[in-house]
Nanobody
Framework: QVQLLESGGGLVQAGGSLRLSCAAS????????VAWFRQAPGKERELVCG????????YYADSVKGRFTISRDSAKNTVYLQMNSLKIEDTAIYYC?????????????????WGQGTQVTVSS
């Protein structure tokens, strides 16, 4: 059973940085893609970025390109989200999600495993 545990959220001023971590367990017998989603109050959950666990290919939403970087440490079974130049509109609960396969899809319903989420708040 795949389990995901996020950490690293918090309060930061606009223009600042945060790094989120997603510790994964249970990745056995296949290929996986891991993604970060976020959900702001009153809005739908949206894909922020994703990474193919074995191949390392990445995807970024246009809203975060050039500011956010997703990476993984296979030895630690951990995926990171480095967020720089944070904006107020980045405020949301950030979720780590995983699915079997090498395709990073934008639809949250295609992901089988989810973490509990971590709050990121960007203030002015």
């Amino acid at each position: 059973q795949v389990q995901l545990l996020e950490s690293g959220g918090g309060l930061v001023q606009a223009g600042g940085s945060l790094r989120l971590s997603c510790a994964a367990s249970g990745f056995t017998g296949g290929t996986y893609s891991v993604a970060w989603f976020r959900q702001a109050p009153g809005k739908e959950r949206e894909l922020v970025c994703g990474i193919k666990w074995s191949l390392g290919g990445t995807y970024y939403a246009d809203s975060v390109k050039g500011r956010f970087t997703i990476s993984r440490d296979s030895a630690k079974n951990t995926v990171y989200l480095q967020m720089n130049s944070l904006k107020i509109e980045d405020t949301a609960i950030y979720y780590c999600a995983a699915r079997r396969g090498v395709v990073i899809t934008t639809h949250a319903g295609n992901y089988d495993y989810w973490g509990q989420g971590t709050q990121v708040t960007v203030s002015s």
